[in-house]
Structure formats: C-alpha cells, structure tokens
C-alpha cells in the first residue's frame, strides 16, 4: 500500500524522538539523584574543620554581596544591619553555608516588591544572626518541618530540602548554637 510507507517512516522517527527524550530526563533525574545523595552524604558527615575567630559581619556581608549579583535576585535589595564586628569562634565555610541557606530561602519567598534585612546582634552572652524578609510568610505545618531532612514547599526538581536541614545542623550539633 503507498499510502503506508510514508507513516511508516515517520513512525519511527516519532519513536525514536520519544526515546531520546525520555533518556535525557533520565539522565537529569540521574544527576539531580546524585546532588541530592552528594549533599545527603556532605550532612552526615562530622566536620572536621577548624573553628578561627571570624568577623560574622563581613562573612554575612560577603555571602549577600555574592547572592546579590545573581540574575534572579539582582533587584532586591539586601541590608545588612550590624553596629560593629561580630567576632565568633566558627568554622568559617560552614556558617557561610548556612547563611547562605538563609538569605536563599528568604529571597526565594519574595514578590515584586521584596526586601530582605540581615541582623547581626553581638553581646557578651551571644552572636544572633536574623534574616528578616516581607516575603509570602510560612504556614504553621511548614513550621512544624522546617528543618525536616527533604522537606520543601517548592516544586519537584527545584529544591531538595535539605538547606535548612543541614543549617540546623551546622549550628545546633556542630557549633553549639540555637
């Protein structure tokens, strides 16, 4: 038959089209299965850095200086509030990480008009650091698991929740903090 032949043909380009498509999704699911076992691995893992008197002010400073230059955040401002030097004896690479968790969620969260304040508070008895957004806010169940190992509110693929997770962890079982 004539008519045949040409759906013939194009049947299985069709299929090898949906064959190729569905090994790319495999292949980035793949890769976005090992980041996720990567990060997984990195918070069960002690830290085995050593603690140096840091300036948390510059440190906090720095990480909003560097996620401020990124694309989907460049339009929201980012203060940082602090009356001097915050000296604490920290493992510098970890609690840049966790103000990076911070400062990320916080401008994840925002709208059009959004802002994010960074307070860093020292005294004799303790160094606080808060991140203050006038973002969407967190129902009381999202409370409730913040710092659940996979938890997120965000759409598969884009988040692993395990941010908050490991910053919970770097502050409460490695540093002693709350």
């Known amino acids: 038959d004539p008519e ?3 759906e013939s ?10 064959f190729s498509k569905n090994l790319k999704t495999i292949e980035d699911e793949a890769f976005r299965c ?3 076992t990567e990060k997984l691995l990195e918070f069960s893992r002690p830290g085995n ?3 140096v008197q840091t300036d948390l002010t510059a440190l906090v400073a720095d990480v909003a200086q560097i996620v401020g230059k990124v694309n989907d955040f460049r339009h929201i401002p ?4 602090s009356d001097s030097p915050a000296f604490l004896s920290v493992n510098p690479q970890e609690i840049r990480q966790v103000v990076l968790n911070l400062i990320t969620n916080a401008l994840q969260s925002l709208g059009a008009e959004g802002k994010v304040d960074v307070e860093i508070l020292a005294n004799d008895d303790a160094t606080t650091i808060r991140v203050i957004d006038n973002g969407c806010g967190m129902a009381p169940e999202v409370q409730r ?11 598969a693929g884009e988040g692993t929740g395990l941010g908050l997770s490991i910053s919970y962890f770097i502050v409460c079982t490695q540093h002693g903090g709350h």
């Open 145 to 155: 698991n913040l710092f659940e190992p996979f938890f997120t509110t965000k759409e």
């Open 9 to 18: 043909e194009s049947e299985p380009k069709s299929i090898v089209h949906a």
């Open 49 to 51: 850095a050593a603690r």
């Open 4 to 6: 045949s032949g040409p």
């Open 78 to 81: 980012i203060r940082i509030h």
């Open 34 to 36: 090992k980041a996720i």
